[in-house]
């Protein structure tokens, strides 16, 4: 009783809406608990917690045009709840959110309080549904990308993806990817990125009805770690070098291994002439820049 009354509350702090009164008699709520209702109202202490769960509330309240669709109560603010809530699912083969199954719902609505980024891939042309946690990932994308095709929205690697999703949703077997690199395009250029992805079937009353994608972005790990390694090869490379140009010459062979990072080295000596001026001669370079570069300066 005392649960659903603050439910009713929070729905109408202001006062018995004919909703709250429907629930009372639908679930035969007894006079006490009717009585317990009316003193929760009308006590100043209560009252503050209610409008303060209200406000919370409020925010991700949305009327959806085949019904009406009630957000839960979430933990916190969540800036995409409150944009899902206002897509026109409607005009999707998903259909009106009053008609979503409860499954599905509530799966939308944990990811939205979780700090891993998730997003749900749902219906048949597998719209993508996100948490807060996922905004980094999309960028520029991010409000427009709620509720779009997920081959609409990372069209560059949807020929890697989708027939990822596919055996997922065919099969039913989880898939499990660790710091894979994509090139994205997320700010009018390409960039490299790294994720640890895993995919998992959506289940919703007993069939398949889509993909659960969480991961890490783990790109800066990555690439800390190939640059740490390149300072490696450098320091075994040079250990036994005798002269200056043989630890040059070792160095561009560190970097010639690690191109992600280095595509193209330069290594000049310098030495100091009788007018005061720096001369630079070319020790070492990649191999493809040799016919193209000047060996004095």
């Given amino acids: 009783t005392f649960v659903r009354c603050v439910g ?7 006062g018995v809406n004919e909703d709250g009164l429907e629930f009372l008699n639908e679930y035969n709520i007894s006079q006490g608990g009717k009585d317990l209702f009316n003193r929760m109202r009308s006590d100043p202490f209560f009252q503050e917690i209610i409008r303060s769960l209200y406000h ?7 009327y959806s045009p085949g019904g009406v669709f009630q957000m839960p109560l ?49 219906g048949e042309d597998l719209r993508i549904v996100y948490n807060d946690a ?55 250029y390409e960039e490299e990125t790294f994720f ?12 398949i009805s889509g993909v659960l994608l969480q991961g890490l972005d783990v790109t800066n790990s990555v690439i800390s770690r190939r640059r740490l390694q390149i300072l490696g090869s450098i320091e075994a490379l040079t250990a036994g070098a005798l ?13 010639t291994d690690n191109d992600a990072d280095l595509p193209f080295s330069l290594l000049y000596l310098t030495s100091s002439r009788d007018d005061d001026t720096i001369h630079m001669k070319l020790a070492a370079c990649c191999p493809v820049l040799e016919d193209l570069v000047s060996t004095d300066l």
């Fill in 8 to 14: 009713i509350i929070i729905m109408d702090p202001g």
């Fill in 56 to 62: 919370t509330s409020s925010r991700y309240n949305s």
């Fill in 74 to 122: 979430l933990g916190r603010p969540c800036e995409t709840a409150a944009i899902f809530a206002q897509c026109a699912w409607h005009e999707t083969s998903m259909g009106d959110l009053a008609s979503w199954p409860q499954t599905i719902l509530d799966l939308v609505f944990t990811s939205f309080n979780t700090d891993i980024w998730t997003a749900l891939l749902i």
């Fill in 134 to 188: 996922y905004v980094p990932i999309l960028k520029a994308r991010h409000p427009a990308a709620m509720g779009l095709p997920f081959g609409v929205v990372w069209s560059e690697v949807a020929s890697i993806f989708l027939p990822i999703f596919n055996s997922v949703i065919e099969t039913g077997q989880a898939l499990h990817f660790d710091d894979s690199l994509f090139l994205l395009t997320r700010n009018d």
């Fill in 196 to 207: 640890t992805v895993h995919s998992s079937p959506l289940i919703c009353e007993n069939k």
């Fill in 243 to 255: 002269t200056p140009v043989e630890a040059c010459v070792n160095s561009c062979t560190a970097f």
